[in-house]
């Protein structure tokens, strides 16, 4: 569907508003137009490039410190982070993440970054995962950027949290799960003789 300039910059400011990490080419490609054009939209609205955003995001926004790993072990780059609340990272699957034969993504990467974004999100100085239920629901390939959103979902009475963790190339949902997660300062001493999950 053609929509004129106005109707097309409307709808790109709200894309971008929804997902600030969505690149140049994923728009053209949502909006059938070129790079350049989304390029000249962006200027026309003072929407800063890709690489602003993400600083902007990180500069403003980013008021807490992670608790429960060091930072560098984090697989993705942090840009948002409220403890116990929500966090968001972001991963370019480059040639060291994906199958050589196919350029696919391996799994277990995608899984990394949204596990430890769930640990990341954790306010203690010990958060360790107890159960995790995940899906894929699209391959990702190279040269894909995922941003993954995590939001904490609340306390059971064992003392342990629930992240939900959902992953994005563009607007399209990759992966999902929840990561019950143990942490010491909510642990009220469960029977030894308990199973864990």
Same mark, same amino acid.
């Given at each position: 569907?053609?929509? /004129?300039?106005?109707e #097309?910059q409307n709808? &790109?400011?709200?894309?971008?508003?929804?997902?600030?990490?969505? +690149? !140049?080419?994923?728009l053209?490609?949502?909006? @059938?137009?070129?790079? %350049? +054009?989304?390029?000249? !939209?962006r200027?026309? =609205?003072?929407i800063p490039? =890709?690489?602003? #955003?993400?600083?902007?995001v990180?500069?403003? %926004?980013?008021n807490? +410190?992670?608790?429960?790993?060091?930072?560098?072990?984090?697989?993705?780059?942090?840009? !948002?982070?409220?403890?116990?609340?929500?966090?968001?990272?972001? &991963?370019?699957?480059g040639?060291?993440?994906?199958f050589?034969? *196919?350029r696919?993504?391996?799994?277990?990467? &995608?899984f990394? %970054?949204? /596990?430890?974004?769930? $640990?990341?999100v954790?306010?203690d100085?010990?958060? =360790? +995962?107890?159960?995790?239920?995940?899906k894929?629901?699209?391959? $990702?390939? %190279?040269g894909? #950027?995922?941003?993954?959103k995590?939001?904490?979902?609340? *306390?059971? #009475?064992?003392?342990?949290t629930?992240?939900?963790?959902?992953?994005?190339?563009?607007?399209?949902?990759?992966?999902?799960?929840?990561?019950?997660?143990?942490?010491?300062?909510?642990?009220?001493?469960? @029977?030894? /003789?308990e *199973?864990?999950?």
């Amino acid at each position: 569907m053609k929509r /004129n300039k106005k109707e #097309r910059q409307n709808l &790109l400011k709200k894309t971008i508003e929804e997902m600030p990490f969505t +690149t !140049d080419e994923e728009l053209a490609g949502k909006f @059938s137009v070129s790079i %350049q +054009t989304i390029r000249l !939209d962006r200027m026309e =609205l003072s929407i800063p490039e =890709l690489r602003e #955003r993400i600083k902007s995001v990180a500069t403003h %926004q980013w008021n807490e +410190t992670v608790k429960a790993l060091p930072i560098d072990e984090i697989i993705g780059q942090v840009v !948002d982070l409220e403890l116990d609340k929500r966090a968001i990272s972001i &991963l370019d699957i480059g040639p060291e993440h994906v199958f050589s034969r *196919n350029r696919i993504a391996r799994g277990h990467h &995608l899984f990394a %970054q949204a /596990n430890s974004l769930a $640990v990341a999100v954790i306010d203690d100085e010990l958060a =360790l +995962t107890a159960r995790a239920d995940i899906k894929f629901t699209r391959q $990702v390939k %190279q040269g894909e #950027r995922v941003v993954a959103k995590a939001t904490a979902a609340g *306390n059971d #009475r064992k003392g342990r949290t629930a992240v939900e963790v959902e992953s994005f190339v563009g607007t399209e949902k990759v992966f999902s799960g929840v990561f019950t997660m143990f942490r010491s300062t909510d642990y009220k001493g469960e @029977s030894s /003789n308990e *199973n864990s999950d």
